[in-house]
């Protein structure tokens, strides 16, 4: 019985010799294979679903903008009451682009139509500010803090939504007969006001903000663009009766470069309630127009 066992024993040993080294090298080359195909795919789909996420995302910044500023521009002030409304467009520094009566530019001027609280000029671009800063409530300088220290400039950021406000009043300075400008301007209405003595007459002065906070963003820059077609009234005037805007959305590269590359635009035409004039860069119809 004993030997019978001893038989049996050696038999299940022969039959289980284990695996080869060979056998154990493939077998780890083909989980290898098989773990690198997974890998390719699931990052591509890590990949795929981030880029989708950062696009949708840009989707949402250029309606978000948009709708802002079709909020803004489409009742700006008329023209024809006497209040001097008019649409001004500038290119950075310099006058629009001309081509086949279309102008275009980067930032837009304008009356915005407010009856509480009067007259305003309006500014929007994605230039940033940093330029002082107005309290309208007590009319003296807004401090603000920029990296611990406080002063009275502006710290907002190009390449987001920006708008600047400020209040028009009749220069009465001959040179400017048909300006209006704002009352804290050195050497004209700042004189009566100790508090902007130290602001010169090349110093604008802005109820400046920005329109959209910056969470809403999610690693996305904005360009913007604003075209205007004017005609002919008959009587010597060019109205304009819509803006063409277009907002580019940047997404952010590297940001320690803040290099970016565009992924996507959308335009949209604002008809305006009201006629308005448009105005020449060359003809100096806001102050930040003028130099001292």
Same mark, same amino acid.
């Given at each position: 019985?004993?030997?019978?066992?001893? *038989?049996?024993?050696?038999?299940?040993?022969?039959?289980?010799?284990?695996?080869? $080294?060979?056998?154990?090298?493939?077998?780890?080359?083909?989980?290898?294979?098989?773990? /690198?195909?997974?890998?390719?795919?699931?990052?591509?789909?890590?990949?795929?679903?981030?880029?989708?996420?950062?696009?949708?995302?840009?989707?949402?910044?250029?309606?978000?903008?948009?709708?802002?500023?079709?909020?803004?521009?489409?009742?700006?002030? #008329?023209?024809?009451?006497?209040?001097?409304? +008019?649409?001004?467009? &500038?290119?950075? #520094?310099?006058?629009?682009?001309?081509?086949?009566?279309?102008?275009?530019?980067?930032?837009?001027?304008? $009356?915005?139509?407010?009856?509480?609280?009067?007259?305003?000029?309006?500014?929007?671009?994605?230039?940033?500010?940093?330029?002082? $800063?107005?309290?309208?409530?007590?009319?003296?300088? &807004?401090?603000?803090?920029?990296?611990?220290?406080?002063?009275?400039?502006? !710290?907002?950021?190009?390449? +987001?939504?920006?708008?600047? +406000?400020?209040? &028009?009043?009749?220069?009465?300075?001959?040179?400017? %007969? %048909?300006?209006?400008?704002?009352?804290?301007?050195?050497?004209?209405?700042?004189?009566?006001?100790?508090?902007?003595?130290?602001?010169?007459?090349?110093?604008?002065?802005?109820? /400046?903000?920005?329109?959209?906070? *910056?969470?809403? +963003?999610?690693?996305?820059?904005?360009?913007?663009?604003?075209?205007? #077609?004017?005609?002919? !009234?008959?009587?010597?005037?060019?109205?304009?009766?819509?803006?063409?805007?277009?907002?580019?959305?940047? &997404?952010?590269?590297?940001?320690?470069?803040? /290099?970016?590359?565009?992924?996507?635009?959308?335009?949209?035409?604002?008809?305006?309630?009201?006629?308005?004039?448009?105005?020449?860069?060359?003809? /100096?119809?806001?102050? #930040?127009?003028?130099?001292?």
């Amino acid at each position: 019985m004993s030997c019978d066992n001893s *038989k049996t024993k050696k038999r299940i040993i022969c039959r289980n010799k284990g695996v080869t $080294m060979v056998e154990l090298i493939v077998t780890f080359a083909l989980l290898a294979i098989f773990l /690198a195909a997974a890998t390719m795919c699931i990052s591509h789909a890590i990949i795929f679903f981030f880029d989708e996420q950062q696009r949708m995302s840009s989707y949402t910044v250029a309606d978000v903008v948009l709708s802002e500023l079709k909020d803004e521009i489409r009742t700006m002030q #008329s023209s024809e009451d006497g209040r001097k409304g +008019y649409i001004k467009l &500038r290119k950075g #520094s310099s006058g629009p682009d001309v081509a086949g009566g279309v102008y275009t530019g980067t930032t837009i001027e304008y $009356m915005a139509s407010n009856i509480n609280d009067g007259l305003n000029a309006v500014q929007i671009d994605v230039a940033g500010c940093d330029d002082y $800063m107005i309290d309208g409530k007590n009319e003296s300088l &807004r401090e603000v803090t920029v990296d611990g220290a406080v002063t009275n400039k502006a !710290d907002i950021k190009s390449d +987001y939504l920006t708008m600047r +406000y400020y209040g &028009r009043f009749k220069e009465t300075n001959s040179t400017y %007969e %048909e300006l209006f400008m704002d009352k804290i301007v050195n050497g004209t209405y700042a004189a009566s006001l100790p508090v902007f003595n130290g602001i010169t007459g090349s110093d604008v002065v802005w109820h /400046a903000s920005e329109k959209l906070p *910056k969470e809403l +963003y999610q690693r996305h820059l904005i360009e913007l663009q604003f075209s205007v #077609s004017p005609h002919d !009234d008959g009587v010597g005037h060019q109205i304009v009766d819509y803006v063409d805007v277009t907002v580019f959305v940047k &997404r952010i590269t590297d940001e320690s470069t803040m /290099a970016t590359e565009q992924v996507y635009q959308k335009e949209r035409r604002i008809d305006l309630q009201n006629n308005v004039y448009y105005k020449p860069y060359s003809e /100096a119809t806001m102050y #930040s127009d003028v130099t001292p």
